[in-house]
């Protein structure tokens, strides 16, 4: 995973939304999500420029969740 902590808070916001259930809740959530989700990927399309970084990316394939994304 090259975002382990990104994964973490997705993990925590899902148990959070199970465990608060509604609306307003899992939408705030998803919000959070979604800004974590692009900010992760602004985050590397500005670190890709780092020769280091670039070989982390071509060794890790995935995101945020192994075998999925």
């Given amino acids: 995973m ?9 993990i ?9 259930y509604t609306l ?14 692009i900010k992760s990927i602004v985050e590397e399309n500005f670190l890709r420029a780092d020769p280091q970084y670039a070989a982390y990316l071509q060794r890790v ?6 075998f999925l994304a």
């Fill in 24 to 37: 307003r809740n899992v939408s705030i959530l998803g919000l959070g999500v979604m800004w974590l989700t």
């Fill in 61 to 66: 394939k995935s995101r945020w969740i192994p």
């Fill in 2 to 10: 090259s975002h382990p902590i990104y994964s973490g808070l997705f």
């Fill in 12 to 20: 925590a916001f899902l148990g959070v939304a199970l465990r608060t």
